[in-house]
T-cell receptor, first 117, second 114 residues
Framework: DSGVTQTPKHLITATGQRVTLRCSPR?????VYWYQQSLDQGLQFLIQ???????AKGNILERFSAQQFPDLHSELNLSSLELGDSALYFC????????????????FGPGTRLTVL | LAKTTQPISMDSYEGQEVNITCSHN???????ITWYQQFPSQGPRFIIQ???TKVTNEVASLFIPADRKSSTLSLPRVSLSDTAVYYC???????????????FGSGTKLNVKP
C-alpha cells in the first residue's frame, strides 16, 4: 500500500460524458501527478500540481483538466469523453515540488479504470 | 528530453539473477535514473534510483557506467512474484516548468518461470 488513494476504482460511462477522478496523496506529500495508461500508449504523464499550483504539463488533452485543493487532494476532470479515453488513470504523489533533490520519489495509487462505451 | 530504450521482454527462471539494461544516450548532466516495477492493473512501484556508479538497496542493484549512457537493473535470485513490467525512467533533478519530463517508455516485461 503506497498511501495514495484513488476513487473510484472503476468507472463506466458513455461517449460525450464528463467524469471526475479523485486522488488523495500520501500524508505530507505536496505534489500530485496524473498519468494515463492505455494498452497502446504505455504510461503517459499528464500533469503535475504542487501545493495547489500547476507545475508541469505533459500530454494532457484540452478536454482534460485538473486541480489540487487546499487539503492537497486532486481531481482530474475528463469531458466530452471518447472511446479512446478508455484507460487506467494513475495518480502519484511526492514530497517535493518536482525534483529539487534526488530523493523525490513518486508513489503511485492503485488507479482508476475508465471504460468509455 | 532523454528517452530510454529497453528490451521489450525477458524470460528467466526462479533463483536466477536478472539484469535489465536501459539505454539513454541523450542523458543530461542533471538527469537521474530511476527504475519502477509495475504489476498488471496496479500503479508503478519505485525500486531504485541513482546518478552514477552503483546503488544497492534491499530489492535490487543499479549499475551506471561512467558515461551514464546506459544503466542496468540487477534483481538477485528472482521469484515468480517478480514477474512484472520494469520501467527505466530518466528524470532531471529540477523539474519546475520543464514540461514532458516524466517519460516512462514502454518498459521490459519480465517473465519468471518455475
Amino acid at each position: 500500500d503506497s498511501g495514495v488513494t484513488q476513487t473510484p476504482k472503476h468507472l463506466i460511462t458513455a461517449t460525450g460524458q464528463r467524469v471526475t477522478l479523485r486522488c488523495s496523496p500520501r500524508s505530507g506529500d505536496l505534489s500530485v501527478y496524473w498519468y494515463q495508461q492505455s494498452l497502446d500508449q504505455g504510461l503517459q504523464f499528464l500533469i503535475q500540481y504542487y501545493n495547489g499550483e500547476e507545475r508541469a504539463k505533459g500530454n494532457i488533452l484540452e478536454r482534460f483538466s485538473a486541480q489540487q485543493f487546499p487539503d492537497l487532494h486532486s481531481e482530474l476532470n475528463l469531458s466530452s469523453l471518447e472511446l479512446g479515453d478508455s484507460a487506467l488513470y494513475f495518480c502519484a504523489s511526492s514530497v517535493y515540488p518536482g525534483g529539487s533533490t534526488s530523493t523525490d520519489t513518486q508513489y503511485f495509487g492503485p488507479g482508476t479504470r475508465l471504460t468509455v462505451l | 528530453l532523454a528517452k530510454t530504450t529497453q528490451p521489450i521482454s525477458m524470460d528467466s527462471y526462479e533463483g536466477q539473477e536478472v539484469n535489465i539494461t536501459c539505454s539513454h544516450n541523450n542523458i543530461a548532466t542533471n538527469d537521474y535514473i530511476t527504475w519502477y516495477q509495475q504489476f498488471p492493473s496496479q500503479g508503478p512501484r519505485f525500486i531504485i534510483q541513482g546518478y552514477k556508479t552503483k546503488v544497492t538497496n534491499e530489492v535490487a542493484s543499479l549499475f551506471i557506467p561512467a558515461d551514464r549512457k546506459s544503466s542496468t537493473l540487477s534483481l538477485p535470485r528472482v521469484s515468480l512474484s517478480d514477474t512484472a513490467v520494469y520501467y527505466c525512467l530518466v528524470r532531471p533533478i529540477v523539474l519546475v516548468y520543464n514540461f514532458n519530463k516524466f517519460y516512462f517508455g514502454s518498459g521490459t516485461k519480465l517473465n519468471v518461470k518455475p
